[in-house]
């Protein structure tokens, strides 16, 4: 069984050793391609010297975190691996992460996506993004919590959403969906990707008795954090879903571009809703590649 780990680094020296260190010892060891949005903290040359076995694609600039991932992915399908494992540069599994998840996804074919339970960097709580964006929309997996409470949990439940730092995915999947889609630059790719495989007839997984790190650096959100994903980045990806929308999305979130700009007492929510106008072609256009092209925006294997 094949499997290829892809990581996107950018000045991720901090995580590098335990990152890296964490594949190494994995008892189903993965080939690894790391690809490097511009670096200047010697991140690469660390990878060279330290982890010369791992496959490195040195961007010159920073192409964000889907368009890097998806060289990653187009690697994948290249050299035909059976799964690929997307992981980010903060992150680390453990010794028996990956043989489990891949166990698990060959019992469970439907899953494109499975993914660990997404433990903070000490191990002893769960990453907190994980437990209100994954564990707190659980409407597909609803006698999870009773499950959990009475120890009777079974080894995958469905969820509507869980991100990107740990994905194991299928080459059906992957061969079916494609790579991310270029509407997003950083966040949001993740929720676009889950839509799109739904659309594919595939399945996002988490499992519960699997774990892995996530050591996610935490920085107080701006006002302008606040903005751009409540507003903007909420909206891209509801512009980007693969379903049926009427212009009436555009009157709506008028509407809520409104309210936001009164509730923030700001101008960025009326900016932010100029930008969607100015990129609305090529949301568009990116929004249908992704529903009628098999493989969209990479280079399908004919194999």
């Not at 903007?232 to 309210?259: G, Q, R």
Request: proline share 4%; glycine share 4%; charged share 20%.
């Amino acid at each position: 069984m094949k499997v290829l780990a892809v990581i996107v680094t950018y000045n991720g020296m901090k995580w590098a050793d335990r990152c890296f260190s964490s594949l190494e010892n994995s008892t189903l060891r993965p080939d690894v391609i790391v690809v490097d949005n511009g670096s200047s903290d010697g991140t690469t040359d660390y990878i060279k010297s330290h982890y010369p076995d791992t496959i490195l694609i040195e961007n010159d600039k920073n192409m964000g975190f889907g368009q890097a991932n998806n060289k990653g992915l187009q690697y994948a399908l290249d050299h035909g691996y059976d799964y690929v494992y997307l992981m980010n540069q903060d992150a680390w599994v453990m010794p028996d992460t990956l043989s489990q998840l891949t166990c698990l996804m060959e019992k469970h074919p439907d899953y494109g996506i499975l993914s660990p339970m997404q433990l903070e960097s000490n191990g002893d709580r769960m990453d907190n993004n994980f437990c209100s964006l994954t564990l707190g929309r659980l409407q597909y997996s609803p006698d999870f919590t009773n499950d959990m409470y009475f120890k009777r949990l079974k080894d995958v439940y469905e969820v509507s959403f869980v991100m990107a730092a740990h994905w194991m995915i299928s080459a059906s999947c992957l061969q079916a969906v494609g790579g991310f889609s270029p509407t997003f630059y950083h966040y949001g790719e993740d929720n676009n990707y889950i839509h799109r495989i739904h659309m594919h007839h595939f399945r996002a997984g988490i499992a519960p008795c699997v774990h892995a790190i996530h050591d996610r650096l935490f920085r107080k959100r701006t006002k302008k954090d606040h903005v751009f994903f409540n507003f903007y980045n909420m909206w891209a990806v509801n512009l980007s879903t693969p379903s049926h929308l009427s212009w009436s999305i555009w009157f709506t979130m008028f509407l809520d571009m409104l309210s936001k700009a009164i509730e923030y007492k700001s101008v960025l929510p009326f900016r932010h809703w100029v930008q969607l106008l100015w990129h609305s072609r090529s949301i568009n256009k990116n929004r249908k590649i992704s529903m009628k092209v098999c493989c969209a925006f990479l280079k399908a294997n004919p194999s």
